[in-house]
């Protein structure tokens, strides 16, 4: 005898799909309603603390790409000083600007989309 029993995590039955005629009792429904549901709670918890170790690294590789980013800027930058520069807008001045010359945690280059990456979960 098969049945399916869908559960919501807050203990609510979504559905029963048991195909056939044969009647189930009702001790042997709630008995497998418990144990559906301890199984979603400890199928939720590892989903979580794998969400988190996810989410910690890609946080630790996102410091490390701005501080690649920032170094090589500014390798690209003390290059540049040692260059004569001729840059200048209409009025003359020069466009040397150095606040574009950093990368901040805020940078659309590190947002999720771009810094994605699937990784097979850990167990």
């Known amino acids: ?3 399916t029993l ?6 609510e039955v979504c559905s029963i799909n048991k195909p056939g005629g044969v009647s189930l009792p009702v001790h042997l429904i709630t008995r497998s309603g418990h144990i559906a549901l301890q199984k979603i709670q ?3 918890e590892k989903l979580n603390k794998s969400l988190e ?3 910690e690294e890609v946080s630790k590789e996102k ?3 701005v501080e690649q980013t920032r170094q090589y800027r500014q390798q690209v930058a003390t ?3 040692d260059l004569p520069s001729n840059e200048m807008d209409i009025d003359g001045n020069n466009n040397n600007n150095d606040e574009t010359a950093g990368i901040d945690k805020n940078d659309p280059i590190l947002q999720w989309s771009n810094l994605h990456l699937a990784v ?3 167990e």
Request: net charge positive; aromatic share 12%.
């Open 1 to 3: 005898m098969i049945f």
């Open 6 to 11: 869908f559960l919501f995590l807050c203990s």
């Open 42 to 44: 400890q199928l939720h």
């Open 53 to 55: 170790i996810l989410e």
């Open 63 to 65: 410091i490390l790409r």
């Open 79 to 81: 290059v540049s000083s």
């Open 120 to 122: 097979p979960l850990k």
